[in-house]
């Protein structure tokens, strides 16, 4: 039993060795404080980011491109919760929760211990997620290779659904914005016989909608857009100032928080696992789970470090976990690991159940550089809240065009095409039009990304099955997922019955 | 939010039958040796029936509430910054071939801080020049990254 996890033990003491060296560590080191910076910024957060620097990355090896883009990744969750605890503003979805005690505790005077205990539960997180990675990785690669194409198929489909029904308030319209995503996934070649479709004779099409071009226009421009939509007394924020001897926790303080970092790893760690947007679920889950077993569920909401400690703690574990069904079965969950992907792809490496066998110094060396990256941004990031705060001080009428340029000039990076400029527009008109009426965009993001793998599953198992649809159903692990993801399809529907039956029950009564 | 809603879904419906309408001109093929045309038809089709019933939703939850006004309270200033904001980008797109990088980042910046409101000329020429110099030096000399030159020839 333990052979392999000794070897595992083996791999990722290399794995450091790999991401130990000087260049790693400065790319590293670079990706953290970048993400961070663009975690702090308005109007851009690391779904834009990460796609933004992906040009950065072209000559760099994929190892050292992974290694890069995974730190502005969880260097932008730690910036998200920087902006959510001094300005009451969350940098990205996950930092919701943090902004309701964190905010609460920088009012109080408090905003350094809360800095403080976000990077240091996110590091004892992370040095936890790490053995978790280690033990459950290969084990679940090697069941993952007895995935066939029917398996992949049903597992992207719950994928999808359990995505649509956890992001937005509607699950009838994000599953609109995943099929229209899969539709304009097809434009382009053809995944299996490699016929042009849909491209009429232009040739930007022929290598079909880039991702990151979607990327940054929904994200980074359509958010933009929606700020610059709002009326001018709201582009101006108050910051709170940060004092640089507060920045360490007490005692007492880190005596509460411990025992919610550990609960929100575990949670954080389980909820990565699944399919979604782990880290929202996965703060949610950790702040209502400390209330209910505080002693004094009163203080929640008035600046427990609890409610601060746990969320952000179960982000990064969560985060951290999504790497394994990113690497080992080759399907992202969320749109941040989406666009790690096609950074993947872009560096030719294809992850799936062979890839921790064959490139194991990519995996591990990835796995020990978010080691590395957390104990970064403990030790860095932390004395320079100040800069980062100062940051925020910045006018947004000043941040928000040096956004956009960054956004345009970024963008010309990837394939030095004016096309792709006009695409960020389109979609950062869309992504606009989108937040208006309610649609959201990481069904749409992770529907261009996955779309040709899920075309090439689809069609493979008939090829097999000679156009049986049975084929999905027969396999005990491709119904496994199917019947999870009716069960999802079907329960809102349930509730919304239940909800109107006990309604009529009480207004009847 | 009601009639963009509507606006939308029909879109959404009218792309999803377009879509269907296109992928039937190519090869769609059989369940057991599929097609090119056949993944988007399918999806085409699915897309229409979830705008479909989008639209129904819409309908049925109209009739039930028809005095539910959602009417939007929105400053026309702020519609008009976000006009002149896209007409700024959009002119950035068209000519940064034609004017170069350099010129193109300044004009782009300088504009887009006076639509947002940096009315001083001064602070205003000051931080676009810093802007495009920066970002100049940065992705052109630094990052060695091919930018387009225009007629100014930078």
Same mark, same amino acid.
């Given at each position: 039993?333990?052979?392999?996890?000794?070897?595992?033990?083996?791999?990722?003491?290399?794995?450091?060795?790999?991401?130990?060296?000087?260049?790693?560590?400065?790319?590293?080191?670079?990706?953290?404080?970048?993400?961070?910076?663009?975690?702090?910024?308005?109007?851009?957060?690391?779904?834009?980011?990460?796609?933004?620097?992906?040009?950065?990355?072209?000559?760099?090896?994929?190892?050292?491109?992974?290694?890069?883009?995974?730190?502005?990744?969880?260097?932008?969750?730690?910036?998200?919760?920087?902006?959510?605890?001094?300005?009451?503003?969350?940098?990205?979805?996950?930092?919701?929760?943090?902004?309701?005690?964190?905010?609460?505790?920088?009012?109080?005077?408090?905003?350094?211990?809360?800095?403080?205990?976000?990077?240091?539960?996110?590091?004892?997180?992370?040095?936890?997620?790490?053995?978790?990675?280690?033990?459950?990785?290969?084990?679940?690669?090697?069941?993952?290779?007895?995935?066939?194409?029917?398996?992949?198929?049903?597992?992207?489909?719950?994928?999808?659904?359990?995505?649509?029904?956890?992001?937005?308030?509607?699950?009838?319209?994000?599953?609109?914005?995943?099929?229209?995503?899969?539709?304009?996934?097809?434009?382009?070649?053809?995944?299996?016989?490699?016929?042009?479709?849909?491209?009429?004779?232009?040739?930007?099409?022929?290598?079909?909608?880039?991702?990151?071009?979607?990327?940054?226009?929904?994200?980074?421009?359509?958010?933009?857009?929606?700020?610059?939509?709002?009326?001018?007394?709201?582009?101006?924020?108050?910051?709170?100032?940060?004092?640089?001897?507060?920045?360490?926790?007490?005692?007492?303080?880190?005596?509460?928080?411990?025992?919610?970092?550990?609960?929100?790893?575990?949670?954080?760690?389980?909820?990565?696992?699944?399919?979604?947007?782990?880290?929202?679920?996965?703060?949610?889950?950790?702040?209502?789970?400390?209330?209910?077993?505080?002693?004094?569920?009163?203080?929640?909401?008035?600046?427990?470090?609890? /409610? @601060?400690? #746990?969320?952000?703690?179960?982000?990064? %574990?969560?985060?951290? $976990?999504?790497?394994?069904?990113?690497? !080992? +079965? &080759?399907?992202?969950?969320?749109?941040?690991?989406?666009?790690?992907?096609?950074?993947?792809?872009?560096?030719?490496?294809?992850?799936?159940?062979?890839?921790?066998?064959?490139?194991?110094?990519?995996?591990?060396?990835?796995?020990?550089?978010?080691?590395?990256?957390?104990?970064?941004?403990?030790?860095?990031?932390?004395?320079?809240?100040?800069?980062?705060?100062?940051?925020?001080?910045?006018?947004?009428?000043?941040?928000?065009?040096?956004?956009?340029?960054?956004?345009?000039?970024?963008?010309?990076?990837?394939?030095?095409?004016?096309?792709?400029?006009?695409?960020?527009?389109?979609? /950062? @008109?869309? #992504?606009?039009?989108?937040?208006?009426? %309610?649609?959201?965009? $990481?069904?749409?993001?992770?529907?261009? !990304? +996955? &779309?040709?793998?899920?075309?090439?599953?689809?069609?493979?198992?008939?090829?097999?099955?000679?156009?049986?649809?049975?084929?999905?159903?027969?396999?005990?692990?491709?119904?496994?997922?199917?019947?999870?993801?009716?069960?999802?399809?079907?329960?809102?529907?349930?509730?919304?019955?239940?909800?109107?039956?006990?309604?009529?029950?009480?207004?009847?009564? | 939010?009601?009639?963009?809603?509507?606006?939308?879904?029909?879109?959404?419906?009218?792309?999803?039958?377009?879509?269907?309408?296109?992928?039937?001109?190519?090869?769609?093929?059989?369940?057991?040796?599929?097609?090119?045309?056949?993944?988007?038809?399918?999806?085409?089709?699915?897309?229409?029936?979830?705008?479909?019933?989008?639209?129904?939703?819409?309908?049925?939850?109209?009739?039930?509430?028809?005095?539910?006004?959602?009417?939007?309270?929105?400053?026309?200033?702020?519609?008009?910054?976000?006009?002149?904001?896209?007409?700024?980008?959009?002119?950035?797109?068209?000519?940064?071939?034609?004017?170069?990088?350099?010129?193109?980042?300044?004009?782009?910046?300088?504009?887009?801080?006076?639509?947002?409101?940096?009315?001083?000329?001064?602070?205003?020429?000051?931080?676009?020049?810093?802007?495009?110099?920066?970002?100049?030096?940065?992705?052109?000399?630094?990052?060695?990254?091919?930018?387009?030159?225009?007629?100014?020839?930078?």
């Amino acid at each position: 039993m333990g052979g392999w996890m000794f070897e595992s033990l083996q791999h990722l003491i290399n794995g450091f060795a790999v991401a130990g060296t000087i260049q790693n560590l400065s790319y590293c080191l670079l990706g953290a404080f970048v993400g961070t910076v663009i975690g702090v910024l308005p109007g851009i957060g690391p779904i834009a980011g990460i796609a933004l620097l992906i040009p950065a990355t072209y000559g760099l090896n994929a190892t050292s491109a992974i290694i890069m883009l995974s730190g502005i990744y969880y260097g932008a969750m730690y910036g998200g919760s920087t902006t959510s605890i001094l300005l009451n503003v969350p940098g990205e979805t996950a930092s919701v929760i943090t902004c309701i005690d964190g905010y609460r505790m920088a009012q109080k005077g408090r905003a350094g211990q809360a800095l403080a205990i976000c990077a240091i539960g996110s590091f004892i997180a992370g040095t936890i997620a790490i053995f978790g990675l280690v033990f459950l990785a290969p084990p679940l690669a090697d069941a993952a290779l007895a995935f066939g194409p029917p398996e992949f198929f049903s597992l992207m489909v719950l994928g999808f659904i359990v995505l649509s029904n956890v992001t937005g308030k509607s699950l009838l319209k994000s599953l609109m914005m995943a099929v229209f995503g899969l539709i304009i996934g097809t434009i382009g070649l053809d995944p299996v016989a490699g016929d042009a479709r849909f491209t009429y004779g232009s040739v930007s099409l022929l290598s079909g909608i880039e991702f990151v071009a979607v990327a940054i226009g929904l994200f980074g421009i359509g958010e933009i857009l929606t700020n610059v939509s709002q009326p001018s007394e709201l582009l101006d924020q108050k910051v709170i100032k940060p004092r640089l001897r507060e920045l360490y926790p007490s005692l007492q303080d880190l005596k509460k928080s411990i025992g919610a970092i550990i609960r929100g790893t575990g949670i954080g760690f389980g909820v990565g696992l699944v399919p979604g947007p782990a880290p929202v679920i996965a703060t949610y889950a950790s702040y209502m789970t400390e209330r209910k077993i505080s002693k004094h569920p009163e203080e929640f909401g008035k600046g427990a470090i609890e /409610g @601060v400690a #746990g969320p952000e703690s179960a982000n990064n %574990a969560a985060c951290q $976990a999504a790497f394994i069904p990113l690497f !080992v +079965l &080759g399907i992202p969950f969320a749109p941040p690991t989406a666009i790690l992907l096609g950074a993947l792809l872009i560096h030719g490496v294809s992850p799936g159940p062979l890839m921790i066998g064959q490139h194991p110094e990519l995996f591990w060396g990835v796995v020990a550089s978010m080691y590395i990256g957390n104990l970064i941004l403990l030790v860095l990031n932390l004395p320079l809240v100040p800069l980062f705060a100062n940051i925020l001080r910045i006018p947004k009428r000043i941040l928000l065009p040096l956004v956009i340029l960054f956004c345009i000039t970024g963008m010309f990076t990837v394939n030095n095409s004016i096309f792709d400029i006009w695409m960020i527009l389109l979609f /950062g @008109v869309l #992504g606009f039009l989108m937040r208006k009426w %309610a649609y959201e965009g $990481a069904p749409l993001l992770l529907a261009l !990304v +996955l &779309g040709p793998k899920l075309e090439t599953a689809f069609r493979q198992s008939l090829m097999i099955s000679r156009g049986d649809f049975g084929v999905f159903i027969n396999r005990p692990i491709s119904m496994v997922f199917l019947l999870a993801t009716v069960i999802f399809l079907v329960f809102p529907i349930f509730k919304a019955l239940f909800k109107k039956i006990r309604q009529g029950q009480i207004s009847g009564a | 939010m009601k009639k963009g809603e509507i606006f939308s879904a029909l879109v959404l419906f009218l792309f999803g039958a377009a879509t269907v309408i296109l992928s039937s001109k190519m090869e769609i093929g059989t369940f057991r040796k599929a097609g090119t045309g056949m993944f988007p038809f399918f999806l085409g089709i699915l897309l229409m029936v979830l705008s479909g019933s989008l639209l129904l939703k819409i309908f049925f939850k109209n009739k039930k509430a028809p005095n539910d006004d959602e009417s939007e309270i929105e400053a026309p200033e702020a519609k008009k910054q976000l006009v002149l904001f896209l007409c700024a980008l959009v002119l950035t797109a068209l000519f940064f071939d034609k004017l170069g990088y350099p010129l193109t980042s300044f004009l782009l910046m300088l504009s887009l801080l006076r639509i947002l409101g940096i009315k001083q000329w001064g602070i205003n020429i000051l931080i676009s020049a810093v802007a495009a110099a920066g970002s100049y030096f940065l992705f052109v000399q630094v990052l060695n990254i091919p930018m387009p030159k225009g007629w100014i020839g930078i």
